[in-house]
């Protein structure tokens, strides 16, 4: 062992008290060292900021370190200052008089990290300051803000590239745990990185169980009894809006489910307290929008569940690992309806980029609606290779989903009876003329005098909505216009002429949950 991997270990020991690295973290922060331009792609819970806070320590001057939200800042820092680490920000949080104490630290040359915004660094201000200290290297953390191909495109992030020229003798290293390889490729092109060292971890998380589920209602009956399996466990519960988080906190505080809330709508001040009572582990379950995460650092999160499906796999994968970093099982919920699609889609609509939030909506839609193992799928999104056969630790792997017998049949009496409405009606009418449901609206327009009235009368209307839904993610059928009228694409009708058959899964049951819930204690046992 050199004398510098003596070193590394020793800082690594001595602030962290780790002995040894996570995957790629020793050739991370030895390309830093090395003074070469580096991008580095590692699970949430990989151990990123340990990558470039360790050489920091070792390299004389200060790292600068570019992230885009300031409560991610101040975690960062306040983190880094009870290890005893010299560590600040800038960012607009701070007052006037703070501001200059932090100033004149970094003027002194005592700073070893100063975490600053990207709008900060924009300034020409800023710049010029910094050109007046050490700078031992740049770091731009969650680095696919900067591409339009990412899932939280900045537009402030896309200048980042005046770095290199601004700073020609300094490296730039861009960290980021979700990246297509597309993204991938823009980072490297916008920072103007100069034949970087590039170090992409497995994006796959094998100890965390996912399973998807159709939500039905409200969604909260499958979150108490996903609560139930976890019961004194601490988790997480995302929500798709404030909203949600209100209700649904406060509806699970009433049936005996203690939690705190947390979005960007409550004073600052109380979220920041129930932030910090999860992280020092005071509470156990926050209900939160996606606000909620960054920089949480609490390793033993049993179970994450989704009320409602996210906009991105990006998201989801950024979300769902922040459970189990301690590497022990833990499992993720998602509870999702074809109207999250809907909401997600009508945020979007004036979105400059609209194109590519539709393209990741519909890639999260597909991996909702389409029976697969969940890791081959998720795996394949960030384009790495899944070499295991079944995972073991999905619904679909772990046989909890039941495949339909006669799919064919099923996408065809669907699609027939779309075909017959004239293609002017949405999903619930649809499932009413199909099961035989004499409501109004079918008497009004004689849609009981249909021949696919009554055709699926022995199924529930759960079950045919499902069937719509995977039909239309499997891109069957289409959702149209400002009444969202379904429409039987091309493909679907070479499904009615046979030619191509769907692949169907039923919605889950409850003896098929409880089945699940075995699973689940027989692995948790063997870990």
């Known amino acids: 062992m050199t004398e510098t991997q003596n070193n590394i270990l020793s800082i690594l020991s ?20 090395d003074a070469r331009d580096t991008l580095t792609v590692l699970p949430t819970g990989g151990g990123k900021s340990v990558c470039f806070q360790v050489p920091a320590l070792i390299k004389d001057g200060t790292a600068v370190i570019v992230s885009p939200l300031i409560s991610l800042m101040k975690d960062q820092v306040d983190y880094l200052k009870e290890l005893g680490i010299a560590a600040e920000y800038l960012n607009s949080s701070l007052n006037a008089a703070q501001r200059v104490a932090v100033l004149r630290r970094l003027a002194a040359g005592e700073l070893k990290l100063l975490y600053v915004s990207p709008e900060r660094l924009a300034m020409p201000e800023a710049r010029e300051l910094l050109k007046k200290i050490t700078v031992s290297f740049f770091v731009i953390d969650e680095a696919h803000c900067i591409s339009h191909w990412g899932h939280d495109f900045r537009a402030e992030y896309r200048q980042l590239g005046f770095i290199k020229e601004e700073f020609p003798g300094n490296t730039l290293h861009a960290f980021t745990a979700t990246a297509t390889p597309e993204v991938q490729a823009d980072i490297i092109a916008q920072l103007k990185l100069r034949e970087p060292a590039v170090y992409r971890g497995s994006v796959d998380r094998p100890n965390l169980t996912y399973r998807v589920f159709p939500r039905t209602g409200n969604g909260i009956s499958q979150i108490m009894q996903a609560l139930k399996n976890h019961a004194g466990e601490p988790g997480i519960i995302y929500c798709l809006r404030r909203a949600d988080v209100d209700e649904i906190s406060e509806k699970l505080n009433a049936l005996g489910f203690p939690n705190l809330p947390y979005h960007a709508g409550m004073p ?23 606000a909620f995460g960054m920089g949480i650092d609490r390793s033993n999160i049993r179970f994450v569940i989704h009320a409602a499906m996210p906009k991105s796999i990006e998201h ?18 998602l509870f999702f309806s074809g109207a999250d699609y809907r909401t997600w889609e009508y945020i979007s609509r004036d979105s400059s980029e609209r194109d590519v939030i539709m393209r990741k909506l519909g890639a999260m839609y597909e991996f909702c609606i389409y029976p697969h193992c969940r890791h081959k799928f998720l795996v394949s999104y960030f384009g790495q290779p899944y070499e295991a056969g079944r995972c073991g630790a999905c619904d679909y792997c772990l046989g909890e989903l039941e495949l339909v017998q006669d799919p064919l049949i099923v996408g065809q009496k669907v699609l027939s009876c779309v075909l017959r409405a004239k293609e002017r009606f949405g999903a619930n009418h649809i499932a009413d003329i199909l099961q035989g449901s004499a409501t109004a609206a079918v008497a009004q327009w004689e849609h009981d005098k249909l021949s696919t009235f009554g055709i699926m009368k022995e199924h529930t209307k759960q079950f045919i909505r499902y069937m719509i839904e995977q039909l239309a993610a499997q891109g069957f059928l289409e959702r149209r216009g400002e009444y969202v009228t379904l429409g039987v694409t091309a493909s679907g009708r070479a499904l009615l002429k046979g030619e191509v058959s769907p692949l169907l899964a039923k919605p889950v049951v409850a003896k098929t949950k409880k089945e699940a819930r075995e699973k689940r204690k027989a692995r948790r046992a063997a870990d």
């Open 316 to 333: 989801y994968q950024q979300e769902t690992g922040r459970a189990g970093r301690d590497r022990l099982a833990a499992d993720c919920y």
């Open 14 to 33: 001595r602030y962290w008290g780790y002995t040894a690295f996570l995957p790629f973290q020793e050739e991370a922060i030895g390309s830093i060292l």
């Open 268 to 290: 600052e001040e109380e979220r920041k307290r129930n932030q910090d009572a999860f992280s020092q582990e005071t509470v156990s379950l926050i209900v939160a929008t996606i």
